[in-house]
């Protein structure tokens, strides 16, 4: 069955980067759109990048400049590069996989989510 690990969050001081990285199984990959998500304590959980199958990316726009979505599909995982962090940015992450074709199109899988904290 599919799986998503991510991996590469913890604790950094604003102003700090981190790389996150989500590693599928389930032979899925390449035909998913990938997306990252994030829920903060009390909050609904948001997108935060999404990447198509032909490396079509999107970005929310508080985003867009500091995080950088990507994918390797040889290695079947996606990166999340965030920069600049604050701590608004202070989230669970997650990895989401859509799968856009074959037997199962239309079927979405999460991970179990990697803490992000940023704090002074």
């Known amino acids: 069955q599919v799986q998503l690990v991510e991996s590469g969050g913890g604790l950094v001081q604003p102003g700090g980067s981190l790389r996150l990285s989500c590693a599928a199984s389930?032979?899925?990959?390449?035909?998913?759109?990938m997306g990252w998500y994030r829920q903060a304590p009390g909050k609904q959980r948001e997108l935060v990048a999404s990447?198509?199958?032909?490396?079509?990316?999107n970005y929310v726009a508080s985003m867009k400049g500091r995080f950088t979505i990507s994918r390797d599909n040889a290695k079947n995982t996606v990166y999340l590069q965030m920069n600049s962090l604050q701590p608004e940015d202070t989230a669970v992450y997650y990895c989401?996989?859509?799968?856009?074709?074959?037997?199962?199109?239309?079927?979405?899988?999460w991970g179990q989510g990697t803490q992000v904290t940023v704090s002074s």
């Open positions: 990447i198509t199958a032909g490396s079509i990316t």
């Open positions: 389930g032979s899925i990959f390449s035909r998913s759109t």
């Open positions: 989401n996989a859509r799968q856009t074709s074959g037997l199962f199109a239309g079927s979405e899988y």
